[in-house]
């Protein structure tokens, strides 16, 4: 097609990003009538929605903390920890977004977080499902809910919170000890070890597939996606436009949905927000002598997570503060593996290159959801950090229902963008 007849297409909405976050918003927005146009520079679900640990969260109610104990710190910084990699130079750029963390991990942080956070997770498993079935994804979805393990008893004592906020808001755990443990995962290597079962959790089989099956559903519905890059987009008279590889798109309303990349776009449109990005790695593996597992298993301490996939067991790491867009450190994977196999034997590495991936992190570790408080017809919901899979559904359709008009299924005050704006 030449530049002359490429055509114009004109929509109500388009979203930006085609992560979990923007396929849901994207089909929300469908579903409500609206025509909507999607637009990502990959296929839909290639980046974080891709590789995360497939968990979808019934609990979760404190705010993920920079580390305190000097044991834990020293081997941070000695680059032996597994629950926490550093580049010391995007340490020290991160420096004022770190102190904001900090903040937001204290006891009134917590509150603040957890009283956001609740209502949102009170849907989140059930938006899952209903996705699900709509769009055939069911067959991706388990039952069953996740274990926490602790290898310390003072590691166990530092759950007594989120115990504590669960209690309150109703969501059943059990604890478990060594015995139990060994009576739901076989599989695992026990000894001395603690967990909390998280019985109303449910997890995937590849995140990967259910992003495509949403995506799917969004097409046969009438949804239309296009290959683009989001930040030509540009602003005449009240119009967004952008320039597709199919043609030209325009629409009165865009949502930036651009994962750990948002701040490419918003930054161009005038809008700064304190984004940063923990970078996380996976691989998969065949586990030696028949071991399987049948949830996904998280070991606090090392801040790794375990999950059986429909290709093999997939483990996933903790977090790497590093630029978003260097190479990626073998490094972490490596050290990872190590402490993952004390707990699990994973045998050999299913697959020839390390997957990389971006949490896209706000201090509060809340995303925003909501209008721009800046630009008109711009609306935001991105920031998921390590809660995206979990909430991206629910938070699509909870800026679905703003943007058409209709009244919203939860309060939104919390996770308003106007927040880092007072
Ligand atoms: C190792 C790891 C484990 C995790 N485990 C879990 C878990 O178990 N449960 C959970 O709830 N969450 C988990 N998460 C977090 C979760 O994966 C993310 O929060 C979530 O995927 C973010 O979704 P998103 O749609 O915002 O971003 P993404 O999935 O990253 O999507 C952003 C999209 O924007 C597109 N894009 C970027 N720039 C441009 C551009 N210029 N033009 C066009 N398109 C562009 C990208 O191609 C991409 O498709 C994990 C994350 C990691 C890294």
């Known amino acids: 097609m ?78 032996q920890s597994s629950a926490v990699s550093l580049d010391p130079a995007t340490v020290l750029r991160l420096l004022p977004w770190i102190r904001q963390f900090q903040k937001a991990g204290s006891e009134r942080g917590a509150e603040i977080y957890s009283r956001v956070v609740a209502p949102l997770r009170a849907f989140a498993v059930q938006e899952h499902l209903e996705l699900a079935r709509s769009t055939n994804a069911d067959r991706f979805y388990r039952q069953g809910g996740w274990l926490h393990l602790y290898r310390s008893e003072d590691g166990f004592k530092e759950s007594n919170a989120e115990r504590q906020y669960a209690r309150v808001f109703g969501v059943a755990y059990d604890e478990l000890g060594d015995s139990a443990i060994n009576a739901l995962e076989p599989g695992l290597k026990t000894g001395g070890l603690k967990a909390l079962h998280w019985l109303e959790s449910c997890s995937v089989s590849n995140p990967g597939a259910v992003v495509d099956a949403f995506w799917r559903g969004f097409i046969r519905e009438g949804g239309s996606s296009f290959r683009g890059d989001a930040r030509r987009l540009t602003r005449h008279r009240s119009v967004w436009q952008l320039s597709c590889e199919r043609g030209e798109i325009t629409a009165s309303q865009a949502v930036v949905a651009l994962g750990a990349w948002s701040d490419d776009l918003l930054t161009r449109l005038g809008e700064t927000y304190p984004l940063a990005v923990k970078r996380g790695y996976h691989m998969h593996y065949r586990p ?63 697959k020839d290159e390390v997957w990389m991936g971006c949490r896209p992190c706000l201090p509060d570790s809340l995303p925003v959801v909501g209008p721009s408080p800046l630009t008109p017809g711009l609306w935001l919901n991105f920031g998921h950090a390590h809660d995206g899979f979990t909430l991206g559904p629910i938070t699509g359709r909870l800026l679905a229902s703003m943007i058409a008009g209709k009244d919203p299924l939860l309060d939104p005050a919390g996770l308003s963008p106007g927040r880092f704006f007072q």
């Open 2 to 79: 030449t530049a002359k007849t490429r055509q114009t297409q004109s929509f109500d909405v388009i979203v930006l990003g085609a992560g979990i976050v923007g396929v849901t918003t994207a089909l929300h927005l469908r579903r409500l009538g609206l025509e909507v146009a999607l637009v990502d520079r990959k296929h839909p679900g290639e980046e974080a929605s891709f590789g995360n640990a497939g968990i979808v969260q019934r609990n979760g109610f404190v705010p993920h903390k920079v580390p305190t104990h000097p044991l834990k710190l020293l081997g941070i910084f000695l680059g």
């Open 288 to 350: 030696l002598s028949g071991a399987s597992l049948s949830r996904p298993v998280v070991d606090v301490e090392n801040g790794f997570a375990l999950t059986p996939t429909d290709n093999g067991i997939r483990l996933t790491t903790g977090v790497e503060l590093a630029a978003r867009d260097a190479p990626p450190n073998p490094a972490v994977l490596k050290r990872t593996k190590r402490r993952a196999e004390e707990l699990f034997p994973l045998g050999r590495s299913l």
